[in-house]
């Protein structure tokens, strides 16, 4: 059996997002094989609260718009080297260059990798010159990342714990849109496809869940209204359980019109069993199979594929077991773990 690792794993954005969730999995996934891992964050942030109530020790950073100090570079430093860790996993741009700045001239003591689980723009750079390795949680991500060696270079996608499976409801056809309300998350394409859907399906009900963003729950009742279908439109704001509402729908829409480099949010379909109608951005395509995908912003074509499921229970049935398949094989916990951890045993040669 191969040594187990001491890792210190780095973020520090405040929010909780799909960049947090996946350094979070990843940072479980590692002290579930054994491994010793410890969270670099910034007090206050979500990370920070997450790993002290998840038992992580926690070693505190500035925030990612504050300056990078020399005091915190000479303490992170001091740390690294005074407890003996083997891998520095940096999840932002900021931490990678906190990395770089702490593993210098350090030679193969402690390995500097970078984990890229989120849309805004990167290249390489003098702080990428230090990484041995790139993580990134999808196809999308990786090409995206430009100037990168491909030996450099390695995908581990999300992955997913399925819930307990069930039965959706037995009457009625409810379609569910789940994320923060803002533009990048094509509300609007979803609402000008219920318009379609609703003059065949009046029975058809369309709820966004998510908190307000850069749009409001008054922008999109607003919407509703001007297409003449606020009566079937629910918005019923934050949800604190996603799987609860998940299990409320028939189905589920991604109607984004970019970002979405790693769809929790569709991962979270997938897995509950349900089948999804998902816009073919970032890494969606990866996820899904292409009978389910529209072009961005096409909200005839999400029509057509709604109006498919609303028709056929059979094939609701059908596509939802195939999302929850592939979100067990291919999403699984076991094989994110296996994967991030060969990456770490590669460039620590351990």
Known sequence: MKKPLKILSAIDIPWNSALAAYAMDQARALRGLGHDVTLAAAPGSHCHAQGQREGFAVFPVSGRKELLSPFLVYSLRSFLKDSGFDVFCAHTGRMQTM??????????????VRTK???????AGLSLRPVSAVIAA????????????????RVVPQSIELPPYAEPPAEGFRVGL?????????????????????????DAVFVCAGRDSDLTRGDLLSLAEDLDIAGSVKLPGPVPDQFAFINTCHAGVISSVGSEAVSRALLEWMAAGRPAAAA?????PEMLPAGWLFKPGAHEEL???????ADSPAARAEAGAANRQAAAEKFSRGGFAAATEKVLYEVTGA
């Open 99 to 112: 990395g770089a700045l702490c593993c210098a001239g350090r030679g193969a003591e402690i390995k500097l």
């Open 117 to 123: 689980a989120d849309a805004s723009p990167s290249s």
């Open 303 to 309: 029509a057509a594929l709604l109006l498919k499921l």
């Open 178 to 202: 789940l994320g923060r309300l803002d533009p990048v998350k094509g509300h609007s394409v979803f609402l000008k496809a219920a318009k379609l859907v609703l003059e065949k399906r009046p």
């Open 280 to 284: 073919a951005v970032g890494g969606i």
């Open 138 to 153: 999808s196809g999308a991500i990786a090409r995206a990342f430009t100037g990168v060696p491909p030996a450099k270079m």
